[in-house]
Protein backbone atom coordinates (compact mmCIF):
# COMPACT_ATOMS: atom_id res chain seq x y z
CA UNK A 1 0.00 0.00 0.00
CA UNK A 2 2.98 2.25 1.04
CA UNK A 3 4.29 1.51 -2.51
CA UNK A 4 1.42 2.19 -4.48
CA UNK A 5 1.13 5.84 -2.28
CA UNK A 6 4.35 6.79 -3.33
CA UNK A 7 4.14 5.81 -6.93
CA UNK A 8 0.78 7.96 -7.41
CA UNK A 9 2.62 10.59 -5.58
CA UNK A 10 5.47 10.88 -8.24
CA UNK A 11 3.10 10.20 -10.95
CA UNK A 12 0.86 13.06 -9.98
CA UNK A 13 4.26 15.30 -9.54
CA UNK A 14 5.54 14.21 -12.57
CA UNK A 15 2.19 14.89 -14.07
CA UNK A 16 1.85 18.40 -12.75
CA UNK A 17 5.74 19.74 -14.09
CA UNK A 18 4.80 18.25 -17.90
CA UNK A 19 1.55 20.15 -18.05
CA UNK A 20 3.04 23.68 -16.45
CA UNK A 21 5.86 23.84 -18.93
CA UNK A 22 5.43 26.06 -21.80
CA UNK A 23 6.65 25.04 -25.13
CA UNK A 24 9.49 26.63 -25.72
CA UNK A 25 9.87 25.94 -29.68
CA UNK A 26 8.91 29.21 -30.82
CA UNK A 27 9.07 31.38 -27.70
CA UNK A 28 8.71 34.39 -30.07
CA UNK A 29 5.14 33.28 -31.44
CA UNK A 30 3.47 34.94 -28.97
CA UNK A 31 4.32 37.93 -29.66
CA UNK A 32 3.96 38.03 -33.23
CA UNK A 33 0.04 36.16 -32.56
CA UNK A 34 -0.25 39.60 -30.26
CA UNK A 35 0.68 41.83 -32.79
CA UNK A 36 -1.77 40.17 -35.13
CA UNK A 37 -4.67 40.45 -33.01
CA UNK A 38 -4.42 43.69 -31.65
CA UNK A 39 -3.88 45.05 -35.45
CA UNK A 40 -6.06 43.15 -37.83
CA UNK A 41 -9.48 43.95 -38.67
CA UNK A 42 -10.99 41.22 -41.02
CA UNK A 43 -11.79 43.11 -44.34
CA UNK A 44 -15.41 44.47 -44.53
CA UNK A 45 -16.00 42.99 -48.18
CA UNK A 46 -14.85 39.42 -46.81
CA UNK A 47 -17.64 40.15 -43.96
CA UNK A 48 -20.02 41.00 -46.68
CA UNK A 49 -19.67 37.42 -48.35
CA UNK A 50 -19.31 35.72 -45.43
CA UNK A 51 -15.82 34.51 -46.77
CA UNK A 52 -13.18 32.42 -44.60
CA UNK A 53 -9.86 32.83 -45.44
CA UNK A 54 -7.05 29.66 -45.61
CA UNK A 55 -3.19 30.91 -47.18
CA UNK A 56 -0.16 30.39 -46.40
CA UNK A 57 2.29 33.82 -45.83
CA UNK A 58 5.52 33.42 -47.31
CA UNK A 59 8.15 35.81 -45.78
CA UNK A 60 12.00 35.93 -46.65
CA UNK A 61 13.79 37.92 -44.48
CA UNK A 62 17.17 39.56 -45.42
CA UNK A 63 20.69 39.40 -43.28
CA UNK A 64 19.46 42.13 -40.74
CA UNK A 65 15.61 40.73 -39.85
CA UNK A 66 13.97 43.12 -42.41
CA UNK A 67 11.41 41.84 -44.39
CA UNK A 68 12.78 41.04 -47.88
CA UNK A 69 9.74 39.62 -49.28
CA UNK A 70 6.22 38.86 -48.01
CA UNK A 71 3.73 36.84 -50.30
CA UNK A 72 0.35 35.46 -50.24
CA UNK A 73 -0.26 31.28 -51.53
CA UNK A 74 -2.96 31.92 -54.39
CA UNK A 75 -5.49 30.59 -51.91
CA UNK A 76 -6.18 34.11 -50.40
CA UNK A 77 -8.64 36.63 -51.63
CA UNK A 78 -7.01 39.10 -52.75
CA UNK A 79 -8.76 41.94 -50.36
CA UNK A 80 -7.50 40.34 -47.82
CA UNK A 81 -3.83 40.33 -49.82
CA UNK A 82 -4.05 43.97 -49.86
CA UNK A 83 -4.97 44.52 -46.48
CA UNK A 84 -2.27 42.67 -44.94
CA UNK A 85 0.25 44.32 -47.16
CA UNK A 86 -1.44 47.44 -45.23
CA UNK A 87 -0.63 46.33 -41.69
CA UNK A 88 2.02 44.22 -42.62
CA UNK A 89 4.84 47.23 -40.55
CA UNK A 90 2.48 46.57 -37.77
CA UNK A 91 3.09 43.50 -37.16
CA UNK A 92 5.66 42.06 -34.83
CA UNK A 93 7.89 39.96 -37.69
CA UNK A 94 11.23 40.24 -35.93
CA UNK A 95 9.76 38.31 -32.94
CA UNK A 96 9.52 35.27 -36.01
CA UNK A 97 13.17 35.85 -37.42
CA UNK A 98 14.12 35.64 -33.54
CA UNK A 99 12.85 32.27 -33.34
CA UNK A 100 14.68 31.20 -36.86
CA UNK A 101 17.32 32.33 -36.22
CA UNK A 102 18.13 30.91 -32.73
CA UNK A 103 16.98 27.62 -34.58
CA UNK A 104 19.61 28.47 -37.85
CA UNK A 105 16.75 28.98 -40.26
CA UNK A 106 16.83 32.58 -40.49
CA UNK A 107 18.15 32.14 -44.68
CA UNK A 108 14.87 30.43 -46.04
CA UNK A 109 11.87 31.10 -46.71
CA UNK A 110 9.05 30.84 -43.69
CA UNK A 111 5.71 29.64 -44.31
CA UNK A 112 3.00 30.54 -41.71
CA UNK A 113 -0.61 29.38 -42.54
CA UNK A 114 -3.25 31.59 -41.74
CA UNK A 115 -6.75 30.21 -41.02
CA UNK A 116 -9.61 32.54 -40.15
CA UNK A 117 -13.31 31.09 -39.60
CA UNK A 118 -15.90 33.82 -40.31
CA UNK A 119 -19.30 33.77 -39.51
CA UNK A 120 -22.63 36.20 -39.46
CA UNK A 121 -25.33 34.30 -37.07
CA UNK A 122 -28.62 34.00 -38.50
CA UNK A 123 -27.13 34.40 -41.85
CA UNK A 124 -24.16 32.28 -42.68
CA UNK A 125 -22.23 29.73 -41.12
CA UNK A 126 -18.72 29.31 -41.01
CA UNK A 127 -17.43 27.70 -43.98
CA UNK A 128 -13.38 27.01 -45.73
CA UNK A 129 -14.07 26.56 -48.83
CA UNK A 130 -10.07 27.32 -50.29
CA UNK A 131 -8.99 25.20 -52.73
CA UNK A 132 -6.51 23.34 -51.26
CA UNK A 133 -4.59 22.72 -54.89
CA UNK A 134 -4.01 26.81 -54.63
CA UNK A 135 -2.56 26.76 -50.85
CA UNK A 136 1.49 25.60 -52.62
CA UNK A 137 0.81 28.05 -55.22
CA UNK A 138 2.11 31.86 -55.28
CA UNK A 139 1.38 33.61 -58.11
CA UNK A 140 0.46 30.55 -60.33
CA UNK A 141 3.31 28.79 -59.74
CA UNK A 142 3.95 25.62 -57.17
CA UNK A 143 6.12 26.58 -54.40
CA UNK A 144 9.01 24.02 -53.69
CA UNK A 145 12.29 23.90 -52.32
CA UNK A 146 13.27 24.35 -48.80
CA UNK A 147 11.36 26.43 -46.30
CA UNK A 148 10.57 26.25 -42.55
CA UNK A 149 6.75 26.11 -41.41
CA UNK A 150 6.19 27.92 -38.57
CA UNK A 151 3.00 27.39 -36.21
CA UNK A 152 -0.13 28.32 -37.74
CA UNK A 153 -2.67 31.19 -37.03
CA UNK A 154 -6.07 30.33 -36.17
CA UNK A 155 -8.60 33.25 -35.80
CA UNK A 156 -12.47 32.40 -35.60
CA UNK A 157 -15.09 35.90 -36.29
CA UNK A 158 -18.65 35.60 -34.89
CA UNK A 159 -20.56 39.00 -35.66
CA UNK A 160 -24.31 39.46 -35.26
CA UNK A 161 -27.01 39.84 -32.56
CA UNK A 162 -26.64 36.62 -30.07
CA UNK A 163 -30.00 37.69 -28.18
CA UNK A 164 -32.91 39.93 -29.10
CA UNK A 165 -35.86 40.89 -26.48
CA UNK A 166 -38.91 41.93 -26.95
CA UNK A 167 -40.35 44.15 -24.89
Known sequence: ????ILVTAVLLIISQIALGQKNNDFPSFEKFYSSLTHTMR???????NCASTLTLIKVIFDNKGEIDSLTFSDSAHPKFV???????????????YIDLKQKGYESKPILIPICIDFEKIGECRSRITSDLKNMYLFSGKQFSG???LYPNIYFRYVVGKTHEEHF
Open 42 to 48: YPSILQE
Open 146 to 148: EYF
Open 1 to 4: MRKF
Open 82 to 96: EYMQTIKGQLDFKSI
